[in-house]
């Protein structure tokens, strides 16, 4: 069982940067992998980017290389998203999501899902 919590969104600028955060609660992460997905209003959910929590492997969207980056902290159980130069498409309710294993791109692999938080980003 995995507990998450997202937070960090909010309203910014074009070329502006946000940091969001996935708080998780297990009695063990060690083969999770914690991914981000987004939703924007009318759209499917889409895979944004995940990390192994063993090794810190990631595997990013194309949509995002080069702007976003995603890390962890043992230490706090927190998976980070850190989003620079934004774009007004990249407005969505982001989610913070968990599965057993291997990455995966398809939302309905993982298992456990954050209550996710808002971004906007005004032209």
């Known amino acids: 069982q995995v507990q998450l919590v997202d937070s960090g969104g909010g309203l910014v600028q074009a070329g502006g940067s946000l940091r969001l955060s996935c708080a998780a609660s297990a009695r063990t992460l060690g083969h999770y992998v914690l991914g981000w997905f987004r939703q924007a209003p009318g759209q499917e959910r889409e895979f944004v980017g995940a990390i192994t929590w063993a090794a810190g492997r990631t595997s990013d969207a194309d949509s995002v290389k080069g702007r976003f980056t995603i890390s962890r902290d043992n230490a706090k159980n927190t998976v980070y998203l850190q989003m620079n130069s934004l774009k007004p498409e990249d407005t969505a309710v982001y989610y913070c999501?968990?599965?057993?294993?291997?990455?995966?791109?398809?939302?309905?692999?993982?298992?456990?899902w954050g209550q996710g938080t808002q971004v906007t980003v005004s032209s």
């Open positions: 999501a968990a599965k057993l294993f291997s990455i995966s791109t398809r939302d309905y692999e993982y298992d456990y």
